[in-house]
């Protein structure tokens, strides 16, 4: 069974920093994309980055470039986003998605980051 | 990077038809067969409908009462027979030509 389970969300304070994990089983994670994928309380789903499956291709949304970054240990089946600079725009469930084709094809559950002073 | 634009909502009776449109540019919807679907229910992940246009996920108990399609830069999403468990948000996402990806605002879709 294919699982992706986020964890490290939490609430902070702006200007802050953050590290997000997932962590992938059921599939061969070694040549598999992840995505990460945001949504603020009550909005829509918001691309946020992709790594491909040796981290040699890593994309960013606008919103998020510069301040976060993505990573992957396939030792370890592990995808990680790290966050820095916060801000309360960032408050969102943080999903890791893992890609086939273009798609989103399994999802987690979702980390919830919140951002508030 | 602009959100592809889909109603806010639509609503149908049971056993009828309804479709949900996606709309996004040239150097997204409409260069790429990389359209996508997704179902989310409150407080749930969301959950892959369609790929690449117009497939549905084997295995994924996607039933073959949905159906996507494909006009220049407009993706449509169909409904047919519609139940209510089908209640919920829908979002479509597509591949663009920055080698990023771009979702729909989504779409609230209420069988009455």
């Known amino acids: 069974e294919v699982q992706l389970v986020e964890s490290g969300g939490g609430l902070l304070q702006p200007g802050g920093s953050l590290r997000l994990s997932c962590a992938a089983s059921g599939f061969t994670f070694t040549t598999s994309w992840i995505h990460w994928v945001r949504q603020a309380p009550g909005k829509g789903l918001v691309w946020v980055s992709h790594i491909n499956n040796d981290g040699t291709k890593i994309t960013y949304a606008d919103s998020v470039r510069g301040r976060f970054t993505i990573s992957r240990d396939n030792a370890k089946n592990m995808v990680y986003l790290q966050m820095n600079s916060l801000r309360a725009e960032d408050t969102a469930v943080y999903y890791c998605?893992?890609?086939?084709?273009?798609?989103?094809?399994?999802w987690g559950q979702g980390t919830l980051v919140t951002v508030s002073s | 990077q602009s959100a592809l634009t889909q109603p806010p909502s639509v609503s149908g009776s049971p056993g009828q038809s309804v479709t949900i449109s996606c709309t996004g540019i040239s150097s997204d919807v409409g260069s790429y067969n990389r359209v996508s679907w997704y179902q989310q229910s409150p407080g749930t992940a969301p959950k892959l409908m369609i790929y690449?246009?117009?497939?549905?996920p084997s295995g994924s108990g996607v039933p073959d009462r949905f159906s996507g399609s494909k006009s220049g830069n407009t993706a449509s999403l169909t409904i047919s027979g519609l139940q209510a468990e089908d209640e919920a948000d829908y979002y479509c996402s597509s591949y663009t030509s920055s080698t990023t990806w771009v979702f729909g605002g989504g779409t609230k879709l209420t069988v009455l």
């Open positions: 690449e246009v117009s497939n549905r």
């Open positions: 998605a893992r890609d086939a084709g273009y798609s989103f094809w399994a």
